[in-house]
């Protein structure tokens, strides 16, 4: 009769599948294909035939004890194979179920939009970094700076610096800590460099979600004021409206007759 298979979670798949792979032989470190259980499939199946072989051709041996012992070996390694056989079957089992979980909840995410969300996000912050020197650029033209810089934010919250110009005579060493703040609050910051400077960081956002960080460093003798800081959030909204008018441009159309 059939073995009953009880659905059982993701998580507990995994453990399952990677135990059945230990006892099969597979390596549990590589992943899982149909191809590679097929494969071990195959090197069972050889591996008895090739001893079913011997042990036939040891039967015309005039030595009883080599045919005793041939014939041992051949239905040990027979119940070995039976025994592979079973688990094989049932890693085949499970790798379906994993392959049907894992594409039941990728249909889920297409169709609620959450793949295309983060991947228009994952868009938008590439256009941040492909420009971020020219914005850069600009920025310094808006406030007076002795440095200006654009961070683009990761999936992950990181903030690598994609591009600098320094104004300054000396140069100034960008803190990335007003950058860390405006990804927590998700607001313009203002910060007391050690100096005596003003750094003053703006997120670069898209629906609600910051894809990046404008930075400026005042000179010396400057200070920046909260009108400095409704000024650079202006530029930052306008920049992230040009962006996505650049994106629009460039994109494909979309076939007509698309949902």
């Known amino acids: 009769m059939e073995e009953r298979r009880v659905p059982a979670t993701l998580i507990n798949l995994e453990h399952q599948i990677a135990d059945e792979e230990r006892i099969v032989g597979i390596p549990t470190d590589q992943p899982l294909t149909t191809q590679v259980i097929v494969r071990r499939h195959v090197q069972i199946g050889v591996l008895t035939a090739v001893v079913c072989f011997l042990a036939i051709a040891t039967l015309l041996s005039e030595l009883a004890g080599v045919r005793v012992f041939a014939s041992a070996l051949a239905l040990a390694f027979g119940g070995y ?68 810089a654009v961070r683009v934010i990761g999936p992950s919250g990181e903030t690598p610096l994609a591009a600098m110009c320094d104004r300054g005579e000396h140069g100034f060493r960008l803190d990335p800590a007003a950058a860390h703040e405006v990804l927590r609050r998700g607001e313009p910051v203002r910060r007391g460099a050690p100096d005596g400077r003003t750094v003053l960081a703006v997120p670069l956002e898209h629906h609600a979600q910051v894809v990046g960080v404008l930075e400026v460093v005042s000179t010396p003798a400057g200070f920046y004021s909260a009108y400095d800081a409704e000024l650079v959030t202006a530029f930052a909204i306008g920049a992230v409206c040009g962006l996505l008018g650049r994106h629009a441009a460039v994109s494909p159309e979309e076939p007509a007759g698309t949902a």
């Open 81 to 148: 194979a039976v025994q592979k056989e079973r688990h094989l079957q049932r890693l085949a089992h499970l790798h379906d179920d994993e392959t049907s979980i894992h594409l039941t909840v990728a249909d889920t995410l297409l169709r609620t939009g959450v793949l295309r969300a983060d991947r228009e996000l994952l868009e938008i912050r590439e256009c941040v970094e492909l420009a971020a020197a020219r914005i850069a650029t600009e920025l310094a033209d808006i406030v007076p700076a002795d440095c200006t």
